[in-house]
Antibody, heavy 122, light 107 residues
Framework: EVQLVQSGAEVKKPGESLKISCKGSGYSFTNYWIGWVRQMPGKGLEWMGIIYPGDSDTRYSPSFQGQVTISADKSISTAYLQWSSLKASDTAMYYC???????????????WGQGTLVTVSS | EIVLTQSPGTLSLSPGERATLSCRASQSVSSSYLAWYQQKPGQAPRLLIYGASSRATGIPDRFSGSGSGTDFTLTISRLEPEDFAVYYCQQYGGSWAFGQGTKVEIK
């Protein structure tokens, strides 16, 4: 069974750093792209970026380029989303999701993590 | 960068009625790389439709997708109580974007 399990909720202060994780199981983690999606409170879905764990090829949405870093450790089947200096406006639910095509980006997100709630408040 | 615009913002319908949701792209969506997702409160989104018209695994046949180019439609033929949710369209492939969502609520 394909599963993406995300790390738990975080409460941080502005200016702090953070790295959240998404662990894949039940499939060949190395061979499928993983994406990150932001959902601010009461708002819609926003695509942040995707990574291919096999070689760490990464693509960012222009809206998030330079604001976050996406990485992966294929040895432990885990993808990451990190911030170096959080802002209150980073408060949101963050989802990881698998792109369904083997090796390819030309498929939608077929499996999703449960989400990680990040709260940034002084 | 493609912008996806969904309409209406909210659809108020009764169980058993037909729901028609629209997604319009600012540029042609290549190879019909258009998907639809359903999201219920407190849950992650769920893939319903990909390739504009193919149902994902386990999705009931009351859900159907159509369209090409810049205009796409998600149709729910007869609304069941569990279908009241928010629906998002998404372009994938070389360029990625979500629409802003359509909420289907009980009238």
């Amino acid at each position: 069974e394909v599963q993406l399990v995300q790390s738990g909720a975080e409460v941080k202060k502005p200016g702090e750093s953070l790295k959240i994780s998404c662990k894949g199981s039940g499939y060949s983690f190395t061979n499928y792209w993983i994406g990150w999606v932001r959902q601010m409170p009461g708002k819609g879905l926003e695509w942040m970026g995707i990574i291919y764990p096999g070689d760490s090829d990464t693509r960012y949405s222009p809206s998030f380029q330079g604001q976050v870093t996406i990485s992966a450790d294929k040895s432990i089947s885990t993808a990451y989303l990190q911030w170096s200096s959080l802002k209150a406006s980073d408060t949101a639910m963050y989802y990881c999701a698998r792109i369904g095509g083997l090796w390819s980006t030309t498929s939608p997100f077929d499996y999703w993590g449960q989400g990680t709630l990040v709260t940034v408040s002084s | 960068e493609i912008v996806l615009t969904q309409s209406p913002g909210t659809l108020s319908l009764s169980p058993g009625e037909r729901a028609t949701l629209s997604c319009r792209a600012s540029q042609s969506v290549s190879s019909s790389y258009l998907a639809w997702y359903q999201q219920k409160p407190g849950q992650a989104p769920r893939l319903l439709i990909y390739g504009a018209s193919s149902r994902a695994t386990g999705i009931p046949d009351r859900f159907s997708g159509s369209g090409s180019g810049t205009d796409f439609t998600l149709t729910i033929s007869r609304l069941e109580p569990e279908d009241f949710a928010v629906y998002y369209c998404q372009q994938y492939g070389g360029s990625w974007a979500f629409g802003q969502g359509t909420k289907v609520e009980i009238k």
